[in-house]
């Protein structure tokens, strides 16, 4: 039983930074169920049902939201919900009729979580976007990437994940916490543009005390620190180095056996182009696993760059459980952990529509209710073959 067992939410089924807060929190232990588009699984999805793995430990309910059978349908679902996540754009759920405030009329006590990616209001609300414009905006794609050249997209994972999903997560958790007290919901306006400058924070104030220059590639953290960056190895693979701290340090120059030579200071960074021609040129000597053997145990701030064939099978990832396998699909398992309460055993994604039935009974509506709203087309039961 997860620490947010008994909490119930609805999750207007989207794509990006929404799903993977229904993701975490369905991890968590809440019971999120999914409001699919109607007879999404015969209009084809960019990967199979169970590939797409952020609607996992979900069931689904396909339904027409833009008639007026399915948005009575969705607000008695509203009634016994602790909480909703939608992901559209501004005033896509006051169109439908499924706003916060209709929502909250139906029921006062409900959190109603709002994902976006510019926010609900500024100039740019209601402009079309993606991660890599989200992060474009705060600052964090110009500080990624190598000295001298374009910045590089980090995945979609400081807009998305980070800055989206998660601060949405923790913003859905703490005014249920609230609710507990006040007894009333409210709105959660989650933008991908605030949570990546949050995820910024440290290196505004690195600048702003003049520890932090503009220039890609130049900094402690941005692959200008030879030593906290990334080198290929004999068998054209790659290490990671962080050694931040002089002791670190010392230990990776033992480790490559530099610790007698007269080098520059580790922070002198005139001296900086020398450590990387001497690092680039120890490392390509081994391959990534030597020197695995070689950095086991001394503390210098090392691990290998694995690819994701290889992480799910590493002796530390093995040991933690920090990957699973549910229907033979390789996935990370939900996190962070917890001494007394379960995470959920991780549930693989399904297709949507195909708990239509017995989600909307055990929500509170009637066999009697499902049956005339199947026959309307209000809402699809997806048949699964025997």
């Not at 931040?244 to 007698?260: H, P, S, W």
């Not at 459980?321 to 549910?326: E, M, R, V, W």
Request: aromatic share 6%; hydrophobic share 45%; proline share 6%.
């Amino acid at each position: 039983m997860g620490p947010l067992d008994g909490i119930r939410i609805l999750e207007m089924a989207g794509i990006g930074p929404a799903p993977f807060a229904g993701m975490m929190l369905s991890g968590l232990g809440a019971e999120v169920l999914l409001l699919d588009r109607p007879l999404a699984a015969d209009l084809g999805i960019a990967m199979a049902p169970e590939f797409d793995l952020l609607r996992r430990g979900r069931r689904s309910v396909a339904i027409d939201l833009k008639s007026k059978a399915g948005r009575d349908t969705a607000l008695k679902l509203v009634a016994s919900a602790d909480a909703l996540i939608e992901g559209f754009r501004p005033g896509v759920m006051e169109r439908l009729g499924l706003g916060p405030d209709v929502c909250a009329a139906r029921n006062p006590r409900l959190v109603y979580g709002r994902m976006t990616g510019w926010g609900q209001n500024g100039p740019l609300a209601n402009a079309a976007g993606h991660d890599i414009n989200y992060i474009a905006l705060t600052g964090a794609l110009h500080a990624i990437g190598p000295k001298g050249a374009r910045p590089v997209p980090p995945l979609n994972l400081v807009g998305d994940f980070g800055g989206g999903g998660m601060l949405l997560a923790l913003g859905l958790v703490s005014a249920l916490l609230e609710a507990k007290t006040s007894g009333k919901g409210q709105v959660v306006d989650t933008a991908m543009t605030d949570g990546a400058a949050n995820l910024m924070t440290i290196f505004y104030g690195l600048r702003a005390a003049g520890l932090w220059d503009d220039e890609r590639g130049t900094n402690l953290l941005d692959s200008g620190a030879p030593w906290y960056d990334t080198y290929e190895t004999l068998d054209n693979k790659y290490v990671a180095i962080g050694a931040i701290e002089a002791r670190f340090y010392e230990n990776l120059l033992r480790c490559l056996g530099l610790e007698t030579e007269n080098l520059p200071d580790q922070n002198d960074r005139t001296g900086w182009p020398v450590l990387r021609e001497k690092f680039e040129s120890i490392f390509l000597t081994k391959t990534r696993d030597q020197w695995c053997e070689v950095m086991g145990g001394a503390d210098a701030c090392f691990a290998p760059v694995l690819s994701l064939e290889e992480a799910p099978r590493h002796a530390h990832n093995v040991a933690r459980g920090t990957f699973t396998s549910p229907d033979g699909v390789p996935q990370p398992a939900p996190a962070p952990r917890f001494n007394r309460t379960s995470l959920n055993e991780t549930q693989g994604p399904v297709a949507p529509g195909a708990n239509t039935s017995e989600a909307l009974i055990d929500w509170g509506l009637t066999a009697a209710e499902i049956s005339a709203l199947v026959d309307a087309g209000v809402v699809t039961q997806l048949k699964v073959n025997a």
